[in-house]
Structure formats: structure tokens, C-alpha cells
């Protein structure tokens, strides 16, 4: 099994900043490549930022030039540099990881897995 642990979500003006954190912890044989996703009320899960296993990131349009991600491998953990925060931005916050782990029995199991979400909010 693999747990998230996510920090840094909070209240924010406009025009500011923030930074979210995420660690992975378990059974991690692999971790094949970790992300961040948002979510408001009434509207789907959309990927915000992800960054693979060998260090190539992904951004939506709507954050590209504002936010970057970037991970510690040797720690499991992904960073989100939210910069130049606006009214929009303002969602439920959730990491992502994309893990193999290895069973008793040997089988590798290659999962998606989320943390519990982090609120931010951009206040204008």
C-alpha cells in the first residue's frame, strides 16, 4: 500500500504564492511518475501538473508560466511552486502517484494513487 502525504494548501490574495508538498511513503518498488490535479465543486478532477520518472513535466495552459513541479526521487516527494496565484486557481489540491508496488506473492502491482487533497484558496 502507498500513502500521500500532501502539506501547504491555504489562503492566499491574488498575486501571490504558494508551494504544495507531497510525499510518497509504502511498498514502493517504482515510482513510475507523480503529479497534481485540482478539483472544484461540481467539476471534474483536472490535471494541473505532472512530472515522469525521468524528470520530463507537464503543465495544463492555464498554469503554464505560473506554476512549476518538481520532484526529490530519493525522497518520493513532488513540489508544486504555485506563483502569481489568481481567483481561478482556487480548488481542492490533490497529489498523485503512479506506483508499482510488489505483493507477498511477487506480483508486481502498478496503481494509481491520490492524497487526500489540499484546499488553497486566492482571495481577490
Known amino acids: 500500500q502507498v500513502q500521500l502525504t500532501e502539506s501547504g494548501g491555504g489562503l492566499v490574495q491574488s498575486g501571490g504564492s504558494l508551494r504544495l508538498s507531497c510525499t510518497a511513503s509504502g511498498n514502493i518498488f517504482s515510482n513510475n511518475g507523480m503529479g497534481w490535479y485540482r478539483q472544484t465543486p461540481g467539476n471534474q478532477r483536472e490535471l494541473v501538473a505532472q512530472?515522469?520518472?525521468?524528470?520530463?513535466?507537464n503543465y495544463a495552459d492555464s498554469v503554464k508560466g505560473r506554476f512549476t513541479i518538481f520532484r526529490d526521487s530519493s525522497e518520493n516527494s513532488v513540489y508544486l511552486q504555485m506563483n502569481n496565484l489568481n481567483s481561478e486557481d482556487t480548488a481542492v489540491y490533490f497529489c498523485h502517484v503512479d506506483a508499482t508496488t510488489v505483493k507477498s506473492t511477487g506480483v508486481h502491482v502498478r496503481l494509481d494513487y491520490w492524497g487526500q487533497g489540499t484546499q488553497v484558496t486566492v482571495s481577490s
Open positions: 512530472i515522469t520518472s525521468g524528470g520530463s513535466a
